[in-house]
């Protein structure tokens, strides 16, 4: 039974490991654990672009980003999914406090939607100027600020009275309203539900800031370090580690409850059986706390992309089918894939998923061989379906490398962290997009060049091969030990960058 109606709800930065249905015990996500316990849950999701918007034009355009730029803005080549949902008469509403939808690289994403929802106040929000001069009743508590710059939720934490004032608990109210309001009066809709929670800053007022860690007296950790070895090299102490990890399970937890609430609005909804559910989310976020593993990782730095961060949770509620658990490869292309069949339309621009409704009905037991992922620049990672992962880096000097866009906007960051985005100069080029015949600025850059902040940090010939049934914490990298799995893998790889017609990656990872 197709539904007719999807309300997609993608929870930023969300841990696998510290959801309850898959195996976390220490109870911040009781709401998706309840969801899950009436979904399909999906054990072989793997992240597909990073980090934040190029998994979001994997989702709503279907198109994996990270071959080409590092972050930016739906393209003229192409158009997302809620263009052409609009041409076959389903009414589409996002419901988002994610402030990058909002901002250069992300600005275009939101504009195809029939109504649109922005709950202000996230991460650098540019909402507030000055803070609440009276706070009277404000439920904000001290934080320690690590940044050498100053952040636009210092001040807009200041507004935040009670609760229900944070943006996190505002988008989800939200959501729940629209159900309520519009839902019963559309023929067929498209619901995203875009919330940034349980991304950072992990601020919440009580209960739920101190549940996790209710002996410290500090300063609240809400911004974690982005760092490796942050413990081995005195950035955090035990005591502190603990409270970052505490922080972002508040988050977790106030969050869950949240979306408990919209989970009840759909479900008292009259079309609530036609109705699916997908909860996913873009990547996880290391937090150090996976102590078996050795690995002293916390935010999103460039190393590899272990498990912490790149195996995902997926659990999708779809009329007719029972519970149950898909062991198959999947990633997020394939969410893109999934809308189109449920609302009978197709792209124009070259798309790179594979709908995982056959999944659910049952007439497939899997869809792909393989999966692709990473960071522009960076290591590109192909997992197939036996369980193995290899992460290939660079082979010398990084070239060659170019950004493929047209729009040439990407990610602001703070003038302190010393990179800007460099523009295009005269060894610029027409090219054409796999799949399309628009022309597009192809820009190379060359050592010594500076480069988008993404690759700045790559490390070249650093190869990483892990068998993940053998090996599911990924203690034993079997580059240089297994040399017919490391043939097998690369070939593989090689296998990918052609069919997806990425071919300078195969000289920059010296596989041409």
Known sequence: MSPRNVVLVLLDSLNRHDLGCYGAAHGASPNLDRFASQSVRFDRHVTGSMPCMPARHDLLVGALDFLWRPWGSIE??????????????????????HPHLFESGGENYHTDFHSWDYQRGSENDPWRLVPDATAVGAPSIPDARPAPFPRAYDVSRTWFREEADFPGPRTMASAADWVRVNAAAQDRYLLFV???????????????????????????????????????QGRLDEASARQVRASYLGGLAMIDHWFGRLLDAIDASPDADDTAIIVCTDHGHYLGDLDDTGRDLWGKPMVPLYEEIAHTPLLIRWPGREPGVVDALTTNVDLHATLCDVFGVSMEHRVHGRSIAPLLDGTASSIRDWAVAGYWGNWVHVVDAAGRKYARSHVGDNA?????????????LPIDHGHRMPRPDGRARLDHMPGSDVPVIRQPFEPGDPIPYWASMARPDEHHLFDLVEDPTEDRNLVGEDRRREAELSELLRVALREL?????LERLGLD
């Open 501 to 505: 017609e990425a071919d300078e990656h």
């Open 194 to 232: 875009d919330e940034f929670d349980p991304h950072e800053p992990f601020d919440t007022p009580e209960p739920w800031a101190s549940r996790f860690d209710e002996d410290w007296s500090d300063a609240k950790l809400i911004w974690p370090p982005y760092a490796v070895d942050a413990l081995g």
């Open 76 to 97: 003229v080549w192409e158009e997302p999914i809620t263009h052409h949902l609009r041409a076959a008469g389903v009414t589409t509403a996002l419901v988002s406090d």
């Open 400 to 412: 060659p490398l170019s950004m493929w866009s047209n729009r040439w906007s990407t990610m602001p």
